[in-house]
């Protein structure tokens, strides 16, 4: 039972152009939404996170919109840069200091 | 301020063997998450510790798998007889006690284990 889930599982854009992935998630519970960047071999990397009491969340090029009675969050990364492209987890929380649980990623590739 | 560590970052066993992760957390936090990636996969839970204590091992294997976060030193998952299915990378995760943003997991750069 996939509980957050990442449908695309790879997206290509170009350089300088709008990002947009997206995340679903089925559980209710999860109030705190995380994206992560991972390069191979490395650990991931926190981007930008939002709580359920929000709907948008900025930080620089990076932005997080949530959509509760979607179940959907997405991130917009604007303009996108060739070392943007990477792999990038969706992850929920639900519950302060509790597990997070993540979708299966989706592979970005910028080109320059 | 120092990121997680995490050592060794490879690691080879042969089945039957043991596997002892290690990690320490970012400065200042207390808080302590095991993560395993399987190719092709997103990362799953494994376990959640504080100081001596496990809080979470709901994510734990029930058998060959513990984790540990003692009083003095690192975090340490440990895998007993290990087996080609344990190949995996494993990550650990730590968070602050206590901090606005309480939900947000700092990850270490990962522990690959590959077992023969």
């Known amino acids: 039972d996939q509980q957050v889930k990442q449908n695309s599982p790879s997206l290509s854009v170009q350089e300088g152009r709008i990002s947009i992935l997206n995340c679903d998630y089925t559980n209710s519970m999860f109030d705190y939404f995380l994206w992560y960047k991972k390069y191979p071999a490395e650990g991931p990397t926190f981007l930008i996170s939002?709580?359920?009491?929000?709907d948008k969340n900025e930080d620089g090029r990076f932005t997080v919109f949530l959509n509760k009675s979607a179940k959907h969050l997405s991130l917009h990364i604007v303009p996108s840069q060739p070392g943007d492209s990477a792999v990038y987890f969706c992850?929920?929380?639900?519950?302060?200091?509790?597990?997070?649980?993540f979708g299966k990623g989706i592979t970005l590739s910028v080109r320059p | 301020n120092a990121g997680v560590m995490q050592n060794p970052r490879h690691l080879v066993r042969r089945r039957g063997q043991e596997a002892r992760l290690r990690c320490s957390p970012m400065?200042?936090?207390?808080?302590v998450y095991w993560y395993r990636q399987l190719p092709e996969e997103g990362l799953k839970f494994m376990v959640y510790?504080?100081?001596?204590?496990?809080?979470?091992e709901s994510g734990m294997p029930k058998e060959r798998f513990s984790a540990e976060f003692p009083k003095e030193g690192p975090s340490i998952l440990r895998i007993q007889q290990v087996v080609r299915g344990d190949s995996a990378a494993y990550f650990c995760?730590?968070?602050?006690?206590?901090?606005?943003?309480?939900?947000?997991?700092?990850f270490g750069p990962g522990t690959r284990l590959t077992v023969l």
């Open positions: 400065k200042g936090h207390s808080h």
């Open positions: 939002i709580s359920s009491i929000k």
């Open positions: 995760a730590s968070s602050p006690r206590l901090a606005i943003d309480t939900d947000t997991q700092y």
């Open positions: 992850a929920a929380s639900a519950g302060a200091n509790s597990k997070l649980t």
């Open positions: 510790l504080q100081k001596e204590n496990i809080i979470d």
